[in-house]
């Protein structure tokens, strides 16, 4: 895909990216990936596949080593107030209440509000993730699943179009996963309009219950395996999902794909 096929004014655009540390550490090779305004991409593979540093990049935290990333028809140069991130270890600010870390990101994204203001807003984004009650509680008073749910507000709260989440529930027992998958999907399908997400994974089960669109990365160096359509119609029931035969069917479809190119590795070494 060239970047003369990528509609870039529309929403995210990823123009045949590579990223090496020096000559010889390839991460990524000319990956080409295009996320339609709103939309929700989920982006799988194993370690070594390049996922978080595709992330990094699309967050303007490191520059490509060939191809341009862009964002509605500008090139990503750098951080920006447009792309909030959400890191799997949480990210916050051990000095700060939870309440003050969302209100930190209120101001930037309302920089006129007064301070009662912030706390307001921070407070409503704190509600709907289900933390008002630990609003004024440093992050270290918080269990694993609550500091991510106050890192998910934090994101929120600045408003950004563009979320973008590297394994932020890989830490987390099934339980806590499974609640913090549904309220993100909730969250994301009550806003108007919606952001556009990419999410990284290495679960196909949480690409699949998650995701519009999987595109599957393949390791050493990474590289797009394969872009699918996720066909199961939102919102969509866990259990339901989970039992049905099509669900099964492309979940196999994704891991022979990753089991054929580890195969492939394998076999050049």
Known sequence: MSLTQLSGNAGLAIDNVSFAYGAGDIVLRRVALEVPEGRFLALLGPSGSGKSTLLRLLAGLEVPSAGRLIWKGVDITGPGIDRAVVFQNYSLFPWYTVLDNVAQAVAKAHPRFSRSERREKALDYLTRVGLADAATKYPFQLSGGMQQRAAIARALALEAPVLLMDEPFGALD??????????LLEVWQSTSPRRTIVFVTHDVDEALYLGDRVAVLGASPGRLLAEIDVPFARPRQRAELFAS????LLREDIAERLDADVLSGLSTV
């Open 245 to 248: 035969d099509a669900f099964h």
């Open 174 to 183: 099934p339980i806590n996963r499974g609640k913090l998958q549904d309220l």
